[in-house]
């Protein structure tokens, strides 16, 4: 059984910083990755990272956000600089295993002004 635990969130003042994580077990995984939901707003792509390392930022994160994997751990991490109200979302842990997506529970980042 697949399981995707994401930890990390919580509440920061703009240009502070937040690191989640992202634990996933009971399969082998590909492409891991971070999206985000906004109150109102449809679920969005923050960051991906394959099994090889490359990576694939939306631009409103990009030079900000960091994603990083542990294979060892299965874990992925999202380094989070430079925190903008605007960046207020639930983000969502992202696993893809024999060409089926994965998905956290979420974790909720808000960003005060």
């Known amino acids: 059984q697949v399981q995707l635990v994401e930890s990390g969130g919580g509440l920061v003042q703009a240009g502070g910083s937040l690191r989640l994580s992202c634990a996933a077990s009971?399969?082998?995984?590909?492409?891991l990755g971070w999206y985000r939901q906004a109150p109102g707003k449809q679920r969005e792509l923050v960051a991906t990272i394959n099994n090889s390392g490359i990576t694939n930022y939306a631009a409103a994160v990009k030079g900000r956000f960091t994603i990083s994997r542990d294979n060892a751990k299965n874990t992925v991490y999202l380094q989070m600089n430079s925190l903008k109200p605007e960046d207020t979302a639930v983000y969502y842990c992202?696993?893809?295993?024999?060409?089926?997506?994965?998905w956290g529970q979420g974790t909720q980042v808000t960003v005060s002004s």
């Open positions: 992202n696993a893809w295993s024999w060409d089926t997506p994965y």
């Open positions: 009971g399969s082998a995984f590909g492409n």
